[in-house]
């Protein structure tokens, strides 16, 4: 498996181009990914590890199935940037730090911080996105305002979350059972349903601001897409949010 | 079958047939009743679904059980009052909270809460005969979500849910006569002093509405279709201590309990508080119970499905007493004697138990010593007792059950829409039924076609010791009431993030377990450390479930999809203690480990 990782020729120049203290990070990464990562992600990044499927979901008799990440593809769900950038290092530490909710994805908090801040790094020699695209900045989130999920704001994001064609996908009860929920496909060419708010907790995050970022930075690599040009009004997206958190009541 | 009982049947089936001018039975011959064939099938073939839900009671097991019926297939072990290995019942903090540090229990009656007279799905009741408690089960998940104690009881036995207009009210009879305040002082040897306690559990809140005492011990519970009598047999109306001074007198009781009357004193504070409980006065003469006299040392008091009679089993007896229910308030009005309460009491057999019904006006009584199910005729036997005729009988049927029947039930026999197709006859002593294992032989349970004339035996089924009562519900008011799967929020430490938390010496390892990882792949505690871990299955598609097992200390449990369990220990062996998954849960299931490492100190 070691020697198959150091085939890889994006590793091989990435490796190259670094020195000293960052090439030893970048070595320690790698026992860290071989140790912890490689049974899902692959040695090649790809998302084809041995497990091969750690995720599925069922939907009204549907199952389908969601592989690990791809890091070849340079594409993130869960970021705090603008839709089509690639993820900031911190939000990269947070999911290994804190795994992804419900999904296959694992926190690694037994993990120290040290090597987590390592795999964080050797993760990104799988694309060479990392090295093209300009540095990112995250979108700021202001603390949500204390109307979240009071009945006035709730009933108003019924609306928006009617105007915004929601329930399209995810259903007029947020069951994930929207007239075109049965056809959907991610970058990948895999099918994918649309979250059952009725069913819990999302992976996202289910704090008012992570529900919040979700609409913002949409969910890359899925037919999720941002809502921050069609959903200017700061109001309706947090009355968005208090509608979501309702439904995930049940 | 014997000759003689051949020559029975002919007659007895021709009498009853002339006598009810039922042209659609006509006399047969021996032969053509013993050529009776089943007109229902009980077999279900594979990948097919049953017809009902049977919620059996566990008897020292502890548990209840619930098997798809007719097939009898035991889809589910709920586990009670008892410790289960495989769930983690009795080992979780969520478990050992309800069990109060005992797990052992005797459940003898399940029965499902009801509106307007049948079943509404939502919950089950049980009791606990050995440790006086009583357990709910919520029927969406089918496991218990709610245990009380029933103090100043003992023997808690009869147990039934209020069936009009809803579940509101449960009541629970102890068999024992012991003393109310059962705190080792006075002459504890003089049972005279002791009595019996008819206690009414608020279903909602569980917890004890009143307890009504009474000078006679109470021993199986009823309640009416209308919402305002409960009742409980008594067959020690001596108050004797040995069995001796319980068979002493010819006659006993049914003790009828009046829920207006109850409900009034409770209201007017006409009662006396003891341990913050309510406790009023049910003696004869106070106006809240009326005592009908019935042969000795009877059992079972089942009401008809149509609600106008209470049959009281004889069991010392060879009678049943037939109750009407409809005249009990001119018992209560004091305007009829109790004893012309009984409108029937007709010879069935000897050691009559539990009484079943069909819904079309015939009742089924187990006979222990006989080893049969009688089928009997309600208004037969009313006519009967009015005009009494030389050589009849309201019997209708005779069948030989294997062996020494104690309950027995018929589909839906329990509510206003019993529907007479099957019948379940719970018999003690199955002998030479089964292969052969060992010492302690298994029940048998037996499976009865009485849609016909006559019951006709369709199959035998072995039960571990000791399913005492069962009821049998029809599959559409229970099935779309059961989840697949819990809210994970339901648990109020559900963990969607692993993390590992040291106070001082107390260590918190919240954890998921999502195919065929957990959360954590390693925890480092010291020994002596107070440990805990919540476990939380992450994994969202149905019948994913994933166990926990910790080597070398004796802690197991599994979590269904969504569900959240926790245990705490004290770290007290030193070393590496793998953690696997006991639930086959992924190709890669044996790889789902980790390790929790004890550094000695």
């Known amino acids: 498996m070691k020697h198959q990782t150091l085939a890889a020729p994006l590793l091989v120049s990435g490796l190259l181009a670094l020195s000293g203290s960052a090439a030893q990070d970048l070595a320690r990464g790698e026992q860290v990914y071989n140790s912890r990562c490689v049974v899902c992600h692959g040695p090649q990044g790809d998302g084809k590890g041995l497990i091969g499927i750690v995720h599925r979901a069922q939907t009204s008799g549907l199952v389908t199935t969601t592989y690990p990440r791809d890091f070849t593809a340079g594409v993130f769900k869960f970021r705090s940037t603008p839709s089509g950038q690639l993820p900031t290092d911190d939000d990269l530490m947070r999911i290994v730090t804190e795994g992804i909710s419900r999904s296959g994805m694992p926190s690694h908090t037994d993990v120290s911080e040290a090597d987590r801040l390592s795999v964080v790094q050797y993760i990104k020699t799988f694309s060479d996105r990392w090295e093209r695209d300009d540095p990112r900045e995250p979108l700021q989130i202001t603390d949500a305002p204390t109307l979240v999920g009071s009945d006035e704001s709730t009933e108003r994001g019924r609306a928006v979350y009617q105007t915004m064609q929601c329930a399209v996908c995810h259903g007029e009860a947020g069951r994930g059972d929207g007239t075109a929920s049965a056809g959907l496909q991610d970058s990948w060419g895999d099918a994918i349903v649309p979250f059952d708010f009725t069913s819990g907790p999302v992976k996202g995050g289910s704090t008012p601001e992570m529900i919040y970022r979700t609409f913002m930075t949409g969910l890359d690599g899925t037919p999720m897409p941002s809502y921050q040009d069609a959903m200017p009004e700061e109001a309706d997206r947090w009355d968005l949010v208090s509608f979501c958190l309702r439904l995930m009541q049940g | ?111 499902p809460s009801y509106a307007d007279g049948t079943y509404d799905g939502k919950w089950l009741f049980v009791n606990d005969k050995a440790n006086n408690r009583l357990a709910r089960i919520r029927i969406d998940t089918l496991e218990v979500d709610a245990t009380l104690n029933i103090p100043h009881t003992q023997g808690t036995h009869g147990v039934f849910p209020q069936r009009a207009p809803t579940t509101e009210w449960v009541v629970l009879n102890s068999e024992f006569r012991s003393p109310f305040e059962n705190e080792g002082e006075g002459d504890m040897l003089d049972a005279s002093s002791y009595g019996g306690v008819h206690t ?72 006396r508080t003891v341990d913050g409980i309510p406790v009023l006065d049910g003696s004869e003469g106070t106006g809240l119970t009326a005592y009908i006299p019935v042969p000795k040392n009877p ?28 005249i009990l308030a001119d018992v209560f009005a004091g305007t009829i004697d109790p004893a012309d309460a009984v409108v029937a009491e007709p010879e069935v057999g000897l050691g009559p138990l539990h009484t079943t019904y069909d819904g079309r006006g015939n009742a089924y009584t187990s006979l222990f010593i006989d080893s049969q199910i009688v089928k009997w005729n309600i208004q037969r036997a009313i006519d009967l007792q009015a005009s009494p005729q030389e050589g009849e009988t309201p019997v209708v049927d005779r069948l030989d059950v294997h062996y020494q029947v104690g309950h027995t039930m018929a589909s839906m026999a329990e509510t206003k829409d019993a529907d007479g197709r099957y019948l379940l006859s719970l018999n003690k002593i199955s002998k030479d039924r089964f292969l052969n294992v060992g010492p302690l032989k298994p029940e048998n349970d037996q499976l009865v076609d009485i849609s016909g004339e006559q019951m006709v035996l369709l199959a035998d089924h072995a039960a571990y010791v000791e399913p005492h009562d069962v009821t049998i519900v029809r599959r559409d008011l229970i099935e779309d009431k059961v989840v697949h799967r819990v809210r994970l929020e339901d648990h109020p430490d559900a963990v969607t993030q692993s993390s590992v938390e040291r106070i001082g010496n107390r260590v918190i390892a919240r954890m998921t377990a999502t195919a065929p990882v957990f959360g954590l792949q390693e925890v480092e505690v010291n020994e002596g450390d107070e440990v805990t871990f919540i476990v939380t299955n ?64």
């Open chain 2, 200 to 271: 009414i559990v608020d279903a909602e809140s569980m917890e004890i509405a009143g307890q009504v005492t009474t000078p006679v011990n109470l021993d199986l519970a009823a309640t009416d279709y209308s919402g305002r009598y409960s009742f409980a047999t008594s067959y020690n109306s001596e108050g004797g201590a040995t069995i001796s001074e319980m068979l002493a007198a010819d006659r006993d009781y049914l003790v009828v309990f009046d829920w207006q009357r109850i409900k009034a004193a409770l209201a007017s504070g006409d009662y």
């Open chain 2, 538 to 601: 992450t994994d969202e598609i149905p019948d994913l479930a994933h166990g926990f097992a910790l080597s070398n200390y004796g802690i197991q449990f599994i979590v269904a999809p969504f569900e959240t369990k926790s245990v705490t220990f004290i770290a007290d062996k030193p070393g590496v203690h793998w953690i696997y998954c006991t639930t086959f849960c992924h190709a890669l299931h044996l790889e789902m480990r980790m390790r929790l490492v004890v550094r000695a100190r």
């Open chain 2, 1 to 111: 079958m014997t000759a003689q009982r051949l020559l029975f049947f002919a007659v007895a089936t021709t009498a009853t047939s002339l006598l009810l001018g039922c042209a659609a039975a006509p006399p047969q011959d021996a032969t053509e009743t013993t050529a009776t064939e089943a007109t229902l099938h009980h077999e279900v073939p594979p990948g097919e679904l049953d017809e009902y839900y049977a919620f059996f009671s566990g008897g020292q097991s502890g548990e209840v059980r619930v098997a798809g019926f007719p097939s009898m297939r035991v889809l589910k072990r709920i586990p009670v009052w008892n410790l289960d290995s495989a769930t983690g019942w009795g080992i979780t903090n969520e478990s050992k909270a309800m069990l109060d540090g005992m797990v052992t229990g005797d459940t003898h009656h399940v029965h």
């Open chain 2, 299 to 326: 059992h079972g008091v089942n009401v008809s499905p149509d609600g106008n009679y209470a049959v009281v089993c004889g069991k010392v007896s060879p009678t049943v007493s037939v109750i009407d229910i409809n």
